[in-house]
């Protein structure tokens, strides 16, 4: 009994845990900043007005992207911003999520380049947020691609059946209960979650090809779901160009033309709590979350 109640409290224990080990590591950050900061920065902050290029992050697992949609949409409506540097290190995250940030992306390119820059991982979701860029440059040392859809969920039914535990059901439709923990799933559930995976599969693969310019009758070469080396990605057509961040800034400039780029600042302080809050919050939510992944 008390594992049963172990598990159902994981995800608040998980918080907990969490915000006990990283208290003071966050007391201590914030006040390093607020004595140590950088007197230049506060000049660098004051250029931002006159800034015509900007960087948007797409860190950690996919899940709540209301933060990067506005860092999107604040781009696209800044007319003095003329190019966007999109620097991903995600291994992909819920569907949903990943299908809104890549045709914010795709609007955004109507107006103003994008460039993504895989800086560590762009795999699953956060490569499919990342297919419509004017460019994608992976670091040498990335991976790439894990183009797929899964679905998971446990069997909790002999656990439960040892601590003395039922579940008692009352629905209308056949297939309300799929993909219940408390049981094995019934054939006719199996296959009816298989055809919504297949059917997300298909969206994501067409989405690539005509992004990518790729022939979708290959998609076995390039989104089976395997990851590739950035070399390896440049090779089947996923990415543009293996190359460092600083590649990655020019082609930016390139596409933009701006004669004198500017880089747009962001508040230090405000980027790492975000940061840390986004990661933490999907890390957990991703844990427990039983919905379709691009991941």
Do not use: C
Not at 163 to 175: F, L, M, N, R
Not at 199 to 220: G, P
Request: glycine share 6%; net charge neutral.
């Amino acid at each position: 009994m008390f594992n049963f109640i172990k598990i159902l409290f994981s995800p608040i224990i998980a918080v907990l845990d969490f915000i006990t080990k990283y208290f003071k590591t966050i007391v201590f950050l914030t006040i390093i900043y607020f004595l140590v900061i950088d007197s230049n920065d506060s000049l660098v902050e004051s250029n931002s007005a006159y800034a015509n290029l900007q960087k948007i992050e797409l860190y950690g697992p996919i899940l709540d992207v209301s933060k990067t949609l506005e860092d999107i949409q604040k781009a696209k409506k800044d007319n003095n911003i003329k190019g966007v540097l999109l620097v991903v290190n995600s291994p992909g995250g819920a569907v949903a999520p990943s299908v809104e940030l890549a045709y914010a992306i795709k609007e955004l390119t109507a107006i103003k380049p994008v460039v993504v820059y895989a800086s560590g991982v762009i795999a699953s979701g956060s490569y499919y947020a990342s297919i419509w860029a004017n460019k994608i440059i992976a670091n040498p040392g990335s991976m790439v691609g894990s183009i797929g859809v899964i679905m998971q969920g446990i069997n909790a039914e002999e656990l439960m059946n040892k601590i003395g535990v039922s579940t008692q059901t009352v629905k209308a439709g056949k297939y309300k209960e799929s993909g219940t923990p408390s049981r094995k799933w019934f054939d006719y559930e199996k296959e009816e979650l298989q055809s919504v995976i297949n059917d997300t599969y298909q969206m994501f693969i067409t989405d690539v090809a005509n992004a990518r310019k790729l022939d979708v009758k290959n998609h076995e070469k390039f989104a089976d779901a395997r990851i590739f080396t950035a070399s390896q990605a440049k090779e089947v057509g996923l990415v543009d160009g293996v190359a460092t961040i600083s590649v990655a800034q020019e082609t930016l400039v390139q596409l933009s033309k701006v004669e004198n780029p500017i880089w747009k600042k962001e508040d230090k302080f405000d980027k790492f709590m975000d940061r840390l809050i986004s990661e933490t919050v999907s890390q957990v939510s991703m844990s427990f979350t039983s919905g379709l992944k691009a991941f």
